[in-house]
């Protein structure tokens, strides 16, 4: 079966600080990782993906994650956090292969994102 | 710009009630999705659909029917409405080449009273 866990369900950094969200996944297959942002009263919008090849993938509004299969974790940094990235952050697990549909997802529980002035 | 569309976006119903939850998409991606979010369980898949005519179970469908009745339109239907239904409901469309890529409404809050 597979599992996502974001261990921190709220994290509070200040603005210009750095930033790093923990995810820690399960699977028994190949793993297509993502990290998806919910913006107050908005829908899921996808932040960034790792499919394969390099480890340390590139999103938008200067995010960036590393997958570590030995770790089984797919971390989300960013050097510098601005008020306005405050949200709810989702890592989410795709089933890929296994089930025959790459658009089944495994959402974790989200971490929500406090950025202080 | 890919588009996903839900209405209503707020809905309150009394228990035993039938509700209806509508999702329309003009991206033309075949795969469409029913999520609910609770706080403490991310997004959850209740149905999903491959195209017009055809919906398959998620992982949390019970007390829950969908209909696709073409390429565009997704319901998600509560024949008994129950207060453990009381959540936000997300659709998604997602394209058949691209893992995890799905694009999201702006969610529906319903309230089961």
């Known amino acids: 079966a597979q599992s996502v866990t974001q261990p921190d369900a709220r994290v509070t950094v200040s603005e210009g600080a750095s930033l790093q969200l923990r995810c820690k996944y399960s699977?028994?297959?190949?793993?297509?990782l993502f990290w998806y942002v919910q913006y107050p009263r908005q829908g899921l919008q996808l932040l960034l993906k790792?499919?394969?090849?390099?480890?340390v993938v590139q999103g938008v509004n200067g995010f960036e994650a590393e997958f570590s299969k030995s770790n089984s974790s797919f971390h989300l940094r960013k050097a510098s956090v601005h008020w306005s990235d405050s949200a709810v952050y989702f890592c989410?697990?795709?089933?890929?292969?296994?089930?025959?549909?790459?658009?089944?997802?495994?959402f974790g529980a989200g971490t929500r994102l406090a950025v202080c002035p | 710009e890919a588009a996903v569309t839900q209405s209503p976006r707020n809905k309150v119903a009394v228990t035993g009630g039938k509700v209806t939850l509508s999702c329309n998409q003009t991206?033309?991606?075949?795969?469409m999705y029913w999520y609910r979010q609770d706080t403490g369980h991310g997004l959850r898949l209740i149905h999903y659909?491959?195209?017009?005519?055809s919906t398959e179970k998620g992982d949390i469908p019970d007390g829950y029917k969908a209909s696709r009745p073409s390429q565009e339109n997704f319901s998600l239907i509560l024949e008994l409405a129950t207060p453990s239904q009381t959540s936000v409901y997300f659709c998604?469309?997602?394209?058949?080449w691209g893992p995890g890529q799905l694009y999201f409404g702006e969610g529906s809050k319903l309230t089961v009273l």
């Open positions: 998604a469309s997602g394209e058949d």
């Open positions: 991206n033309n991606h075949n795969n």
């Open positions: 659909s491959y195209g017009a005519g």
């Open positions: 699977s028994s297959g190949t793993p297509y």
């Open positions: 790792y499919y394969s090849g390099d480890p």
């Open positions: 989410v697990l795709s089933a890929g292969m296994l089930s025959g549909s790459f658009n089944k997802l495994t």
